[in-house]
């Protein structure tokens, strides 16, 4: 697939990617800080993610998945 738009999402900085297929259609997916990125992902988004995601944000979005995870344990 080649990479045609990287964009980045909101406070916890997820990347979006979108990508053109073999067949000329279209792939979407997202990325969150609490992914690990493969050794064969498109070196863009690798600099993307290193940039981005600090541990600042890291920390920010593990918080985040507790405080929910929490909040619907008691729903």
Do not use: C, N
Not at 10 to 26: A, H, M, N, V
């Amino acid at each position: 697939m080649k990479l045609h738009k990287i964009e980045v999402i909101g406070e916890y900085k997820f990347i979006q990617i979108l990508e053109i297929t073999d067949s000329g259609g279209y792939h979407r997916r997202f990325l969150s800080p609490d992914m690990t990125i493969t050794d064969d992902e498109h070196q863009e988004i690798k600099d993307k993610a290193e940039e981005l995601w600090t541990d600042e944000v890291k920390s920010a979005w593990a918080t985040f998945q507790a405080e929910q995870e929490a909040k619907f344990k008691t729903e």
